[in-house]
């Protein structure tokens, strides 16, 4: 049984597309053959997850709910070491091979890196919002163009 600090609770979870989608196109990734993750801080005081486990990457629905588990677990155990941040997790073809060793090795490496390059970026994009950025030039005056003769 799994104890209170260890349970995937609903305020950790991404639910709608608009989450998703943000966490796509603005969050830093990390991938490997088997599995590939994106990362952007969420400005909450907890981490969340969303997952992506296709059918073409990972074979029948118990193969799909068998790394579903596995991710449930690796972020359950994980998510009190990490920053407040959004993750998602999308299955890619090598996970339908891999070992339940190497999927758990894979994701730990790519969350762990997706995460920091989400801070990173967040970071040097602070750093660039703050940096003075110079004046737009004039615009250049057009001259009319001569009547046309027939």
């Not at 990457?57 to 588990?69: K, S, Y």
């Not at 890196?113 to 703050?130: C, E, G, N, V």
């Not at 004039?138 to 163009?145: D, L, R, S």
Request: overall charge positive; proline content about 9%; charged content about 25%.
């Amino acid at each position: 049984m799994i104890d209170g600090r260890h349970r995937f609770r609903p305020e950790q979870r991404l639910r709608t597309g608009a989450q998703y989608e943000r966490v796509y196109k603005q969050g830093a990734r990390a991938g490997d053959a088997v599995f590939q993750v994106h990362a952007l801080p969420n400005g909450l005081s907890h981490a969340r997850l969303g997952m992506s486990v296709s059918a073409r990457t990972v074979g029948n629905a118990v193969n799909r709910n068998r790394v579903r588990r596995l991710i449930r677990e690796v972020f359950r155990h994980e998510c009190g070491l990490m920053p407040p941040v959004d993750v998602v997790v999308t299955s890619r073809p090598g996970a339908r091979d891999a070992t339940r060793e190497q999927r758990i090795d894979s994701l730990l490496r790519q969350m762990k890196l997706a995460i920091r390059k989400a801070a990173t970026d967040t970071s040097r994009s602070a750093a660039q919002a703050a940096r003075p950025r110079p004046a737009p030039a004039p615009p250049t005056p057009v001259e009319p163009a001569p009547p046309e003769q027939d």
